[in-house]
């Protein structure tokens, strides 16, 4: 049987040096001939953005980020930008930073210059999200995707080593779901293969020493390529049922992840032989669960939802929701049956199935 796909690669320039943040970003900014930029930082990050920023002209400065990117809040960012006549978005941070200057990009087209400080992997996609009474809704335009992606490992350094873990591990979902998601092809497959790999051998570096260059400049590197993956593939079962948890009871991004990952895999791989082939041999072992189980243990992720604000009254909603997007071409089917066993298991911290 002949191969047939088809594959879009996203254009957008990679800048990837330690140490190399406020040059390349004063580079782009040059280059693009930018007269009013507009630089994005929540507060925690808002020092370090005026450190890589010292070498530009900048029109303004703005913090009001939050989680999941509320509309009022878009809403919000957009009138300063309009009202600063900013050309150019320079966001500094996570994915919250990143969605922020995306939701501007969606309805002014500004291009935007993304540093990430975090393994989120927003920065190489053209995925926006935006939340309104506690629904989140996600599309797809070329708009949004940053036309440029600095890399820096040092700045990832003050990311503590739980929230790196769980941000890798936000990664690796990407990774994990581009195998099976809609647009699901060969490249973005060995994409995904490649990403898995290098935030496993990444992420053990950077709990062993928080200020290991070496274990931020894989886990980057890694961030990168599933997020290239994810991009072209589309979202799977996992990212539905996340941004689900996430857009609704206001869970936290990475630690949502972390958490319902393994037990995505176990409800898809019996289904998926090939998919679950590629993760064993990315993260070693004999069995796809039981490798992503020991990773996650190794790394001291987070296990359990209501650890971290689910509460069990929530499952059943939860449940109806994710049902309803999850989609149709999921290796296995999402029955609610099958989906509120996963949530349960997930809420409590229970073993994966098959781990």
């Given at each position: 049987?002949?191969?047939?796909?088809?594959?879009?690669?996203?254009?957008?320039?990679v800048?990837?040096?330690?140490?190399?943040?406020?040059?390349?970003?004063?580079?782009?900014?040059?280059?693009?001939?930018?007269?009013?930029?507009m630089?994005?930082?929540?507060?925690?990050?808002?020092?370090?953005?005026?450190?890589?920023?010292?070498?530009?002209?900048?029109?303004?400065?703005?913090?009001?980020?939050?989680?999941?990117?509320?509309?009022d809040?878009?809403?919000?960012?957009?009138?300063?930008?309009?009202?600063?006549?900013v050309?150019?978005?320079?966001?500094?941070?996570?994915?919250?930073?990143?969605?922020?200057?995306?939701?501007?990009?969606?309805?002014?087209?500004?291009?935007?210059?993304?540093?990430?400080?975090?393994?989120a992997?927003?920065?190489?996609?053209?995925?926006?999200?935006?939340?309104?009474a506690?629904?989140?809704t996600?599309?797809?335009?070329d708009?949004?995707l940053?036309?440029?992606v600095?890399?820096?490992?040092?700045?990832?350094?003050?990311?503590p080593?739980?929230?790196?873990?769980?941000?890798?591990?936000?990664?690796?979902?990407?990774c994990?779901?581009?195998?099976?998601?809609?647009?699901?092809?060969?490249?973005?497959?060995?994409?995904?293969?490649?990403?898995?790999?290098?935030?496993?051998?990444?992420?053990?570096?950077?709990?062993?020493?928080?200020?290991?260059?070496e274990?931020?400049?894989?886990?980057?590197?890694?961030?990168?390529?599933?997020?290239?993956?994810?991009?072209?593939?589309?979202?799977?079962?996992?990212?539905?049922i996340?941004?689900?948890?996430?857009?609704?009871?206001?869970?936290?991004?990475?630690?949502?992840?972390?958490?319902?990952?393994p037990?995505?895999?176990?409800?898809?791989?019996?289904?998926?032989?090939?998919?679950?082939e590629?993760?064993?041999?990315?993260?070693?072992?004999?069995?796809?669960?039981?490798s992503?189980?020991?990773?996650?243990?190794?790394?001291?992720?987070?296990?359990?939802?209501?650890?971290?604000?689910?509460?069990?009254?929530?499952?059943?909603?939860?449940?109806e929701l994710?049902v309803?997007?999850?989609?149709?071409?999921?290796p296995?089917?999402?029955?609610?049956?099958?989906?509120?066993?996963?949530?349960?298991?997930?809420?409590?911290?229970?073993?994966?199935?098959?781990?």
């Amino acid at each position: 049987m002949s191969l047939e796909f088809d594959h879009t690669t996203l254009g957008q320039r990679v800048r990837f040096g330690a140490g190399g943040a406020a040059a390349n970003v004063a580079d782009e900014v040059r280059e693009r001939g930018a007269k009013a930029v507009m630089v994005i930082a929540g507060t925690s990050e808002a020092e370090l953005a005026r450190r890589i920023t010292t070498g530009i002209d900048v029109a303004l400065h703005y913090d009001d980020v939050a989680p999941h990117v509320p509309v009022d809040k878009a809403e919000k960012a957009r009138a300063a930008a309009a009202q600063h006549g900013v050309d150019l978005l320079v966001c500094v941070g996570g994915g919250s930073t990143t969605g922020l200057a995306k939701a501007i990009a969606l309805t002014s087209g500004l291009p935007i210059v993304a540093v990430p400080t975090t393994y989120a992997g927003s920065e190489a996609t053209n995925v926006w999200g935006l939340t309104e009474a506690a629904r989140k809704t996600t599309g797809v335009d070329d708009r949004v995707l940053p036309r440029t992606v600095v890399y820096d490992a040092e700045l990832t350094r003050a990311l503590p080593v739980e929230l790196s873990v769980a941000s890798g591990l936000n990664g690796l979902a990407h990774c994990v779901d581009s195998l099976w998601a809609p647009r699901a092809d060969p490249i973005n497959a060995a994409l995904a293969t490649e990403g898995m790999r290098t935030l496993a051998a990444g992420l053990p570096k950077i709990v062993a020493d928080p200020q290991d260059v070496e274990g931020r400049d894989l886990a980057l590197h890694g961030a990168y390529l599933s997020a290239v993956a994810f991009a072209s593939a589309g979202s799977g079962m996992h990212h539905k049922i996340c941004h689900v948890l996430g857009g609704t009871y206001d869970l936290p991004h990475a630690q949502t992840h972390a958490i319902v990952l393994p037990h995505v895999l176990a409800f898809n791989a019996a289904a998926a032989p090939q998919a679950a082939e590629r993760i064993t041999q990315a993260l070693g072992g004999t069995d796809a669960v039981a490798s992503l189980v020991a990773l996650r243990d190794r790394l001291g992720a987070p296990k359990a939802l209501r650890d971290i604000g689910l509460q069990e009254s929530n499952l059943d909603e939860a449940t109806e929701l994710s049902v309803a997007a999850i989609p149709a071409s999921n290796p296995r089917p999402a029955t609610t049956g099958g989906v509120r066993a996963l949530l349960a298991a997930a809420w409590a911290g229970s073993a994966p199935e098959g781990s």
